[in-house]
Structure formats: C-alpha cells, structure tokens
C-alpha cells in the first residue's frame, strides 16, 4: 500500500526558507514520477515541480524555478523515497496547503502534464508566508 506523508510546513515572514518533505512507501517498482502540488486560494490545484525517481528529468513552473528545488533520496529498490522541496525567497503569494504526490509505474521520458496524472496523495502541508 503507497503511502506518502508530507511534512515541513510553517509559518514564515516573505524572504525566509522552508523544507518540505515527503515520505513515501509501498512502491513496488522504482520507476515513477513525484510532484509537487499547492492550491492557492480561489485556484485550482497546480503543480509546482516534479521529478522521476531516476532524476533524469525535472520540471518547475516559471513562478517558482529560481526559487524554489526539488529533490529525492531514493532506496536502490523504490520501496521508500523521501522528496523534498527547498523553498527560498518565499513571497506571501506561496502560502497553500503544499501535497506531495506520486504517478504509477512510468518513463523518464514521459513526463506528467496533467494533475490527474499522479495517482497517490498525501494529506498535505500547510505554508503561510507573511509579509
């Protein structure tokens, strides 16, 4: 059974650093992507920045690719993986509930384009930046 957990979040003034973490487990193959998702008030749920398990592709929105990095510790079978998102330069618009998710089985080269995509959720982390 995938289970993943996130961790990490707080509250902080605008400028200041997070890290966000996710615990993931049950995966019985290591071939998969991770993401990182927020909803903003009044906005649907976006993803922010993925990346596959193998690390040979990564992808960030523009609002946040000068700011913000994801990256992954990964057990040489999968099974576990732990994802995390350093955030810097955080601004008051970043505040949401931050979710760590995760696709099935599937390619580097098949990068996610829609949320729907991802399979497994976590139950989220709560980031508020005050100005």
């Known amino acids: 059974q995938v289970q993943l957990v996130e961790s990490g979040g707080d509250s902080v003034q605008a400028g200041g650093s997070l890290r966000l973490s996710c615990a993931a487990s049950?995966?019985?193959?290591?071939?998969?992507?991770m993401g990182w998702f927020r909803r903003l008030p009044g906005k649907d749920r976006e993803m922010i920045a993925t990346?596959?398990?193998?690390?040979?592709?990564?992808?960030?929105?523009?609002s946040v690719k000068d700011r913000f990095t994801i990256s992954q510790n990964s057990a040489a079978n999968g099974a576990k993986n732990t994802l995390y998102l350093q955030m810097d330069s955080l601004k008051p618009e970043d505040s949401a509930i931050y979710h760590c998710?995760?696709?099935?089985?599937?390619?580097?080269?098949?990068?996610?384009?829609?949320?729907?995509?991802?399979?497994?959720w976590g139950q989220g982390t709560q980031v508020t930046v005050s100005s």
């Open positions: 998710a995760a696709t099935t089985q599937r390619a580097w080269t098949m990068r996610p384009s829609a949320v729907s995509t991802y399979t497994y």
């Open positions: 049950g995966f019985t193959y290591n071939n998969y992507w």
């Open positions: 990346i596959h398990t193998t690390g040979l592709n990564t992808y960030y929105i523009d």
